[in-house]
């Protein structure tokens, strides 16, 4: 399952520079560089230091990584919502992606100009969230005529769901985005079938200069301040940093620059590792000669659902799964080291797969 990202934010608060230096970073294990599917989306391997450690025991003729797609959504402007600018277009982009990074401008720079005149995060939150908020909104009252008939002639499943509507109109006039309203499982079910732009999870990246990025800002404080009401995360990175680290393709090198400003990874690799955490999502590996492959699920999945990642047949037909952990892994150096010192467990239906297990499976179909 790939991840996919829309990255947003106003002009001239360092996004097109994010998403260019994503498109420049060289790829961890170097198998899936950077690649341009269309003008706007890229696509970039997840850094993982545990596909290193399973090459270097099992020596595969490949190993891939598991990836995720960013797409630079460009044209989000005041007005977007009524097709102001290349609104629809991009409105459109946003919907179908799982996860919004939303790019802030956290510093100064007389150099750049900033469409509010001057460097204000809350404004340029809430402009961007305005923008989808109308247009969930739109979304909700066209749903709310079409239940209030059915709920008018009787219908006691539309008037409950005409009461959840309601109180996601209310929420979005008071300025919420959908995320911050509160409903429950069976009660978000009203709205599913709306895919609204504001009930996707957000992680917001604080755009930074380099003297910031340990310790942050006045401008990163307020952004923080301002969304702990979504229970979101900030990110910290300079844009233009990361451009810079982008281009060394030597790893020494790249550690040797990123220890000069006191960092030990790049942004970009804290951005697709936030991406996955808020997103609650996990990996497991497969292992062998041909291939040493990462593949990404939900948190909470059974070893059914994570076999059918890599084929529906495997779901379909699953008998069991055989799980080595890494670092038994690594204490036992092979497959057949863990199978002698009985350290592959043969797990059933109702396993529920952990980040960085090496899985087997064995199905009939």
């Known amino acids: 399952m790939a991840l996919q990202c829309g990255i947003v934010g106003l002009p001239n608060v360092g996004k097109s520079t994010l998403f260019n230096a994503l498109s420049s970073a060289k790829a961890e294990a170097a198998n899936f560089p950077f690649c341009t599917i269309e003008p706007n989306v890229g696509v970039v391997s997840v850094p993982d230091k545990r596909l290193q450690i399973l090459e270097g025991l099992v020596n595969p003729q490949r190993v891939v990584p598991t990836i995720i797609e960013f797409v630079d959504i460009a044209g989000l402007v005041k007005g977007a919502s009524k097709g102001e600018g290349l609104g629809n277009k991009f409105l459109a982009n946003i919907r179908e992606v799982n996860a919004i990074i939303h790019v802030i401008r956290c510093f100064e720079d007389d150099n750049i100009v900033h469409v509010a005149g001057g460097v204000d995060p809350i404004f340029d939150k809430e402009v961007i969230d305005t923008e989808l908020q109308l247009k969930d909104l739109e979304s909700v009252e066209k749903k709310i005529q079409k239940t209030e008939k059915v ?6 499943k539309a008037r409950v769901e005409l009461e959840i509507l309601n109180r996601f109109k209310s929420g979005l006039l008071s300025g919420l985005n959908a995320r911050a309203i509160e409903a429950d499982k069976e009660e978000l079910e009203a709205v599913r079938d709306l895919h609204l732009l504001t009930i996707k999870p957000v992680l917001y990246v604080a755009n930074v200069d380099e003297g910031s990025i340990l310790t942050g800002n006045k401008f990163v404080d ?3 301040e301002k969304v702990k009401e979504e229970n979101a995360d900030v990110i910290l990175l300079c844009a233009a940093l990361e451009s810079q680290i ?8 790249k550690a040797m620059f990123l220890s000069e400003y006191g960092l030990e990874e790049s942004g970009l690799n804290r ?3 936030g991406a996955y955490t808020f997103l609650d999502l996990i990996t497991y590996f497969t292992a062998g000669v041909q291939e040493v492959r990462a593949w990404t699920i939900k948190r909470g999945w059974k070893a059914p659902q994570a ?3 890599i084929h529906t047949d495997f779901e379909r037909g699953f008998i069991k799964a055989e ?4 670092t038994e892994y690594v204490q036992f150096k092979t497959e057949a080291g863990c199978r002698e010192n009985g350290k592959i467990a043969i ?5 529920v797969v952990q980040d960085g297990d090496i899985m087997h499976f064995r199905f009939n179909v």
């Open 307 to 309: 076999a059918g990642v």
């Open 323 to 326: 799980v080595i952990k890494l």
């Open 151 to 156: 709920a008018k002639a009787g219908d006691a």
């Open 222 to 224: 307020t952004l923080k």
């Open 347 to 351: 797990e059933g239906k109702e396993y």
């Open 246 to 253: 982008a281009e060394f393709e030597d790893a020494d090198e």
């Open 271 to 273: 951005l697709i590792s």
